[in-house]
């Protein structure tokens, strides 16, 4: 069992930059694959990036490619979700989610645990 705690969201304007944190319960750290996904109000969940156990192999969604940079630090059992460029777009509920033994993916159907979100809304 894991718990993930989401934190860092909050207003900003266009073009500016957010650091979200996902701080995960637990000694097994390491053995989850994590992703963050979002939901805009009246829109379905969105995957927005994964990153494999060992933190050496990450995958965007087009819409955030180049903006958003996904990281972990085991050490510190949290991964983060660099945002540069925010987009009025990216406004949403972001959350973390855990996928024990497996690799990261795009599923969300294949993760096991989820956080409770933060909020980002970015203004034009």
């Known amino acids: 069992q894991v718990q993930l705690v989401e934190s860092g969201g909050g207003l900003v304007q266009a073009g500016g930059s957010l650091r979200l944190s996902c701080a995960a319960s637990?000694?097994?750290?390491?053995?989850?694959?994590m992703g963050w996904f979002r939901q805009a109000p009246g829109k379905e969940r969105e995957f927005v990036c994964t990153?494999?156990?060992?933190?050496?192999?990450?995958y965007y969604a087009d819409s955030v490619k180049g903006r958003f940079t996904i990281s972990r630090d085991n050490a510190k059992n949290t991964v983060y979700l660099q945002m540069n460029s925010l987009k009025p777009e990216d406004t949403a509920v972001y959350y973390c989610?855990?996928?024990?033994w497996g690799a990261g993916t795009y599923r969300g159907v294949e993760y096991d645990y989820w956080g409770q979100g933060t909020q980002v809304t970015v203004s034009s």
């Open positions: 990153i494999n156990r060992s933190g050496g192999s990450t």
């Open positions: 989610a855990a996928r024990q």
């Open positions: 637990g000694r097994t750290f390491s053995s989850y694959g």
